[in-house]
């Protein structure tokens, strides 16, 4: 008992230490700019007041990019899913697609961000305080961190471990779950929480059918005896940037894919698994649940691709 604790607690050290900033600082600490409401902020000042309504009732949606070597990796995709993201939310966002790429563009390069996370974020304001809120004014703010992976180096090359979740992906007519919206993550850290306390590194989300999903931040596919590539149907998840890239650098390699349902027990039969997501990337799973997997030649292909294709710098570039 005692031992399990102390390792829970090493464990989730050692992870608070690889997913923060590189800092051992907390993320309202930093330094830096954030940009806030059209103008830049200092990093500690770019505050909301607690009587804000995204925080009371999840109207807050947002983004994850990415920068490699002074490039943010398909910014255009990224700010139209926030604006779509909003108005699935029944919110418009105060600034033009063009407006909102170049504050990405100008807060990566006023905090010298080469390679890094971006995260713009909009929420409905103070006015008022209810479940309506007609009357909310709309913010936008978007701050920028040098963030190397999401998983740990070791993770990523064994292949990380997931399990099965007991918080299952909502259903299209529950919830708005082709936004990225706040309020859909709450599902998403029950279920990593789980997963992490049992010494897993993230959960395998299921759908209200009893359908594979994704991971709580990765959308997820599978290579199953045949050698082609199997993935959810994105009928009530998001249908991720990474999802969309990986799908076309595969069939660029000649690898069929099938979107189609797919059923937890077909595990049995999966080879290679992996997930792909802007933060995840695409990164092998190891394990789900007493499932094994090997880090095989399509997701070492596509790792690769992928690298690639966001312009990422290789061990040979930096040597
Ligand atoms: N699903 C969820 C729940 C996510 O948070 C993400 C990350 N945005 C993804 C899938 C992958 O999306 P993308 O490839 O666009 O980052």
């Not at 770019?46 to 009732?57: C, E, P, Q, R, S």
């Not at 929480?193 to 709580?216: N, P």
Request: proline residues 4%; aromatic residues 8%; hydrophobic residues 40%.
């Amino acid at each position: 008992m005692l031992t399990s604790a102390i390792t829970l607690s090493v464990k989730l050290i050692l992870r608070k230490i690889i997913t923060m900033s590189g800092d051992d600082k907390a993320f309202d600490s930093l330094e830096g700019e954030i940009w806030f409401d059209g103008k830049m902020l200092p990093w500690v000042e770019a505050d909301v007041h607690v009587l804000t309504h995204g925080l009371h009732y999840a109207s807050c949606v947002f983004e994850g990019e990415r920068s490699y070597n002074g490039k943010i990796f398909k910014l255009r995709e990224h700010t139209e899913r926030l604006i779509m993201s909003a108005n699935a939310l029944g919110f418009e966002i105060p600034y033009s697609a063009d407006e909102i790429d170049e504050a990405c563009v100008k807060i990566c390069n006023v905090n010298g961000i080469v390679d890094g996370y971006i995260r713009p974020v909009a929420w409905r304001g103070s006015e008022m305080m209810g479940v309506s809120a007609q009357a909310n004014t709309i913010h936008l703010a978007i701050a920028a961190w040098p963030w190397p992976s999401y998983f740990s180096p070791e993770a990523r090359t064994k292949g990380i471990r997931l399990k099965t979740a007991e918080w299952r992906r909502p259903a299209p007519n529950t919830a708005p779950v082709h936004a990225k919206a706040a309020g859909l993550y709450m599902i998403c850290t029950l279920s990593k929480h789980a997963a992490e306390a049992d010494g897993y590194d993230d959960a395998l989300m299921l759908d209200w059918r009893g359908q594979i999903a994704e991971s709580t931040g990765a959308n997820i596919f599978i290579v199953m005896g045949d050698d082609r590539l199997h993935t959810p149907i994105p009928d009530c998840f998001l249908d991720g940037i990474t999802r969309k890239t990986v799908c076309e650098l595969a069939k660029k390699r000649g690898i069929e894919i099938i979107e189609r349902a797919i059923m937890p027990a077909e595990l049995g039969s999966a080879t290679e698994v992996f997930l792909t997501g802007t933060a995840a990337e695409v990164t092998p799973v190891g394990e789900i649940d007493n499932y094994k997997f090997t880090v095989g030649e399509i997701t070492r292909f596509l790792i690769d691709d992928y690298d690639r294709v966001v312009g990422k710098k290789t061990t040979a570039d930096a040597g």
